[in-house]
């Protein structure tokens, strides 16, 4: 369900700014889908209103669909991110594969990357890790990630 607090995009990486959740029929949601990617809309100009189910479904363009923007949509695939799944467990060191469905972090298995990966894993808890950490991770075993 589309939630007006919450930062949307296109399914085509469109910038979304929700205008309102509650307009009547079957489309309720209601936002300016804007033209950031320099290709050319169907409105004709820079920006367009188009209306959506409250799941965020466009009837007539899939690649408008909505789909929320995560923490994750400034990150790189293959960026050396942290994770684990519970706040006890100890960070595992990993390479980002993207976004899941679900809106968490995954990663590539095993400590590959998008050039040797055949699996990934979803994850509860990500983060990038910082210069600090990634200088300590070369002192310490330099050939063990693709840096």
Known sequence: MIDITKKYRTRAGHAVRIL???AGGKEPVVAIITDDKNTTLRFGNDEGI???S???V???TPEFNLVEVTEYDSWKIDDLIKVRNTNIEQWEYR???GAAVNGRASAW?????SLTANARTTWEHAELVTLEE???LKK???SKFML
């Not at 298995?109 to 990357?113: L, P, R």
């Open 20 to 22: 309102c959740t509650d």
């Open 50 to 52: 188009s209306r959506f």
């Open 54 to 56: 409250i799941q965020g």
């Open 58 to 60: 466009h009837k007539s």
């Open 95 to 97: 390479h980002f594969a």
């Open 109 to 113: 298995n095993n400590g590959t990357t």
């Open 134 to 136: 990634l200088e300590m």
């Open 140 to 142: 310490r075993n330099a």
